[in-house]
Structure formats: structure tokens, C-alpha cells
């Protein structure tokens, strides 16, 4: 069944009122209508079944008819940290990396980096953004979308998120992802993972040497020079596979 996003102030007397641009997409994109019920989760991981009772022209209302607690997922939880790279391949890439189950994702700065974040402009993108994540999520069905962090420098990332495991992908890696895998326990026992990708220019000596002083492993994905938004789809892919999230 489709889930969709709610916020609990949506929520009130054990009805649901839903409005807006999620109003527009249940009515007239899908086509739902009185009596349907509809599957909504909000930022708690809560999730509700609802069926709908009313609908107006402007928004719908619906009764509560089931209220239980997601249960967190037995995969380990996945952090993407990717370069910003240019506009639609960036969407992209944050698109598919929702619907192959990213719930963290954090933009870099590198040295390399060719777009760079504009602040005034931060606010319209960060809206933009979230917008692609929540309907990659509902598209997928996930739990919720992943957790969408403000860019940040790639030396303070390296420096101040050192928990789990990491990998940074490198054209340059001499070591594959396969071998590197063989060489460590088992997977689904570390969280989280982190998924460091770099720009289209890929990062330069000193990136790496400081990312592999903090812990992270530097690995490569074969001989072929992929673009960013690629790289992105076949390393969580892998990771993915490797974790059992696939046919579970």
C-alpha cells in the first residue's frame, strides 16, 4: 500500500485533516475518494490507516481506523554524504538514493567541487530538496524520507562524524568494495554506514589522506570512471545487497 507523510498537527479527535499540495496529489493525481483508506506516517514513524470521510475542494478529512509503531528496520542505517554536483544530476541522485533506502543524507564542499551552495538560496533549495526526498520516500514506501542535514565542508565533516563505518569512494582506490568487504566482520552488525562520493572531479590526494587518517576506507567501484549520480546508485546498491536489503 502508498504511504504518505503527515505531520501529528494534522492530527486531532482521532481524525486526520489533510490539505495543501498532499490534498491535490491523494484527489486528483490518484484519484482517491470517500470511503478509500489511505496509509499515512508521520515524523514520529507512527503510522495510521485512515479511511476518508469527507473531501472538499480545498482539503480532506478521515477517521482513524489503525495506529501502530513503525518498526525500525533490522538493516543498518545508511548515511550518504555526496559532493554537490550540477542541479538535475544532484536531484537525481538524491532521488534514487531514497528510494535504495539512504535515511541520512549530507551535501559536501570539496576542493574540487565546481557548484557550490549559495546562501541565499540555501532555504529555496533545502524546500526543493525535502520535496524530492518525501516523494521518493512515498513512491517507495518507505518509513519516512531520509534525514536532510545543511551542507558542510568536507574537512569538518571528516573531522566531526566519525561513528560506525565509512567508506569514500575513489577512482583512484586500489582496493575494490568487494575486497574490502571480505576483509571485515559482518555488516549488519555496525551502524551506521557512512557513504562518502565525490564531485564530478573526483577528490583530490590530501581529501583522501585525511579521510583515511579518521577511519574511512578508501575503496573503488572498478575500472570505469562513473559519473557522481552513478556512483551514488551502484555503491548503495552494493552496500545494500551486502546488508540483505534486497529480497528480505
Not at 110 to 126: C, G, S, W
Not at 188 to 199: Q, Y
Request: with cysteine.
Amino acid at each position: 500500500m502508498p504511504v504518505f507523510f503527515i505531520k501529528t498537527s494534522d492530527l486531532k479527535d482521532k481524525k486526520v485533516i489533510i490539505s495543501g499540495l498532499l490534498f491535490n496529489h491523494l484527489k486528483n493525481a490518484l484519484r482517491y475518494k470517500i470511503d478509500d483508506v489511505i496509509h499515512l506516517v508521520d515524523e514520529n514513524r507512527t503510522a495510521y490507516h485512515a479511511a476518508i470521510t469527507r473531501m472538499t475542494d480545498q482539503f480532506l478529512e478521515g477517521s482513524l481506523t489503525c495506529q501502530e509503531k513503525n518498526t525500525p528496520s533490522s538493516v543498518p542505517r545508511l548515511i550518504l554524504a555526496p559532493a554537490f554536483i550540477k542541479r538535475k544530476k544532484m536531484e537525481l541522485l538524491l532521488q534514487k538514493g531514497t528510494e535504495l533506502g539512504i535515511r541520512e543524507i549530507i551535501p559536501l564542499t570539496t576542493a574540487r567541487t565546481v557548484i557550490q551552495p549559495h546562501e541565499e538560496r540555501l532555504d529555496h533549495q533545502r524546500e526543493r530538496w525535502q520535496k524530492i526526498l518525501v516523494e521518493a520516500a512515498q513512491q517507495s514506501e518507505q518509513s519516512s524520507p531520509p534525514l536532510l542535514h545543511d551542507p558542510v565542508e568536507f574537512k569538518t565533516f571528516i573531522k566531526q562524524h566519525g561513528t560506525g563505518i565509512g567508506f569514500i569512494f575513489w577512482e583512484k582506490g586500489t582496493k575494490s568494495l568487494k575486497q574490502t568487504l571480505s576483509n571485515l566482520p559482518n555488516l549488519s552488525s555496525v551502524t551506521p554506514i557512512t557513504v562518502v562520493i565525490g564531485p564530478e572531479g573526483g577528490f583530490d590526494q590530501n581529501e583522501i589522506d585525511l579521510a583515511v587518517e579518521k577511519g574511512y576506507i578508501s575503496v573503488s567501484l572498478g575500472k570505469p570512471i562513473l559519473r557522481s549520480e552513478t556512483a551514488v546508485m551502484a555503491a548503495i546498491t552494493l552496500l545494500q545487497y551486502e546488508l540483505g536489503y534486497f529480497g528480505t
